[in-house]
């Protein structure tokens, strides 16, 4: 079965700091997904990508598709407060599957 | 435009008891997705609903949950003679068709069993 790893597990950066969460999956990648959670709440959209190499951007977040590495990347630009939360990772349990894996999550603290 | 709607949003039942957690997918939207999310572990795909239909169930329990999406009305969780174990943080998903397709997920049901 598929797996998903992401890292780091935890990070803590200052307000205006650079980002990177990375995805790595154990199979090959049939779509990407990326929400954000809030403890104790649901999960927020961010993006999903579905092409080896694309590259989607909403606001300051530019999420990255390796198929070749099986692997997606989230970055953000010039962190805020509001940036905080845990961010998963989702892709496909293969090819025409309608099942979701999900990584364990990576929570991100911004400090003021 | 409402999203994906779940209720309740806490629940709290004792042993033996039965819990039903309702979904309205958003607007539009004929695909419902149910997953569980225990303490510290991440989320599990549970089951996947077409309108009056059950496409996939192999991440469901064996016994005592149930799912459906009828016709008309929210999908509905069932879980019969609820367990310790049962507590855990339970999501609605919904998209307008399956593969490939945005899911956006609603805000979950917090099942406690005490």
């Known amino acids: 079965s598929q797996e998903l790893e992401q890292s780091p597990q935890s990070l803590i950066v200052q307000e205006g700091k650079n980002l990177t969460i990375n995805c790595t999956s154990s199979?090959?990648?049939?779509?990407l997904y990326w929400y954000k959670q809030k403890y104790g709440e649901g999960l927020i959209f961010l993006m999903m990508l579905q092409k080896g190499g694309e590259e989607k951007s909403h606001e300051k977040i530019t999420a990255k598709l390796d198929e070749k590495k099986q692997q997606s990347s989230l970055h953000i630009t010039a962190s805020q407060p509001s940036h905080a939360g845990i961010y998963l990772c989702?892709?496909?349990?293969?090819?025409?599957?309608?099942?979701?894996?999900f990584g364990k999550g990576t929570k991100l603290s911004v400090i003021p | 435009n409402a999203g994906v709607m779940q209720n309740p949003r806490h629940l709290v039942r004792r042993r033996g008891q039965e819990a039903r957690l309702r979904c309205s997918p958003m607007?539009?939207?004929?695909?419902v997705y149910w997953y569980r999310q225990l303490p510290e572990e991440g989320l599990k795909f549970m089951v996947y609903l077409q309108k009056e239909n059950i496409i996939d169930e192999s991440g469901m329990p064996k016994e005592r949950f149930s799912a459906e999406f009828p016709k008309e009305g929210p999908s509905i969780l069932r879980i019969q003679q609820v367990v310790r174990g049962d507590s855990a943080a339970y999501f609605c998903?919904?998209?307008?068709?399956?593969?490939?397709?945005?899911?956006?997920f609603g805000e979950g049901s917090w099942l406690t069993v005490v």
């Open positions: 989702g892709a496909y349990s293969g090819a025409g599957s309608y099942q979701l894996t």
């Open positions: 998903a919904s998209s307008t068709a399956g593969y490939g397709n945005t899911i956006y």
């Open positions: 607007k539009g939207h004929s695909h």
């Open positions: 199979k090959t990648l049939y779509g």
